[in-house]
């Protein structure tokens, strides 16, 4: 059921719903209200892009109250969002204390948010939220490298995490960084744009956990270890039918940064017709 409700002593019949809606499924009713056929309900993408764009708040759809959406008068300013993107950095020296809960809900709430290739909306976030599962999870990771160099059936190109289980075992991490969060997105295979769906999913979370003060780095020793050693993931609880490319470590950084980096060259292809 989609619960498309219209709230008639609101509803200003501007048919901006009816016009913005991706799949055409909305139409007027006799008395110029917009409503959705029983027949068409099954095409709606459940983008809510009706219910963001009525002026007046009139339109309800999935049980969703307009009142309790973010307003967009809340949104930053360019200034402000330049400058978070300029001044996120990875962070590979955290604090040995726990994100908050809260802030950790916050993060998982605003990433829902993020879009998805056909809104199939069917990411799966693993988290590890505190420090004590994080150093659990540490020593069984390595417990398994450990036993494909023993066994011999580390790829050849993989050769070099010999030496990270070296520095570990000699106490310094490469691969964890002592972090004491770690996220995995991941979607399930064959429907829709899955890996784009988990990197698009990360990307939000990594910005919006840099305006919390909460550091993240992209963690890709272990998306290679996903590659080759894909039962780690059992470890992890990943679904066996779901592509999982990258995972974030995350946590409170260690160390500040008073200013941004300077990257503003690029390459360019503009084509000719």
Known sequence: MLEFSIDRKKCRRCSLCMEDCPVSIIEKDSEGFPFITKEKEKL?????????????????????????????????????????????????????????????????????????????????????????DMEKFVVKAYGLLEKRIEEGTLPERFRFYAALLRRYKSG????????PHLIVASAPKGEGTPEADCFIALSYFDLYAYSLKVGTVWVGFLAFMFEFMPEIKDVLGIPADHEAPYALLFGKAKYKYPRGVQRDDFRINRPEF
């Open 44 to 132: 709606c993408l459940k983008c809510q892009h009706c219910l963001a764009i009525c002026p007046d708040a009139a339109l309800s759809i999935l049980g969703k109250n307009p009142d309790e959406s973010m307003p967009a008068s809340d949104m930053p300013a360019a200034k402000q969002v330049e400058a978070l993107i300029r001044n996120r950095r990875s962070i590979r020296h955290f604090k040995k204390n726990d994100v908050e809960f809260e802030t950790i809900r916050s993060l998982l709430c605003v990433t829902a948010n993020c879009p998805t290739g056909e809104n199939m909306r069917a990411l799966t976030f693993t988290i590890i939220d505190n420090r004590e």
């Open 172 to 179: 310094r991490d490469i691969i964890f960084r002592g972090a």
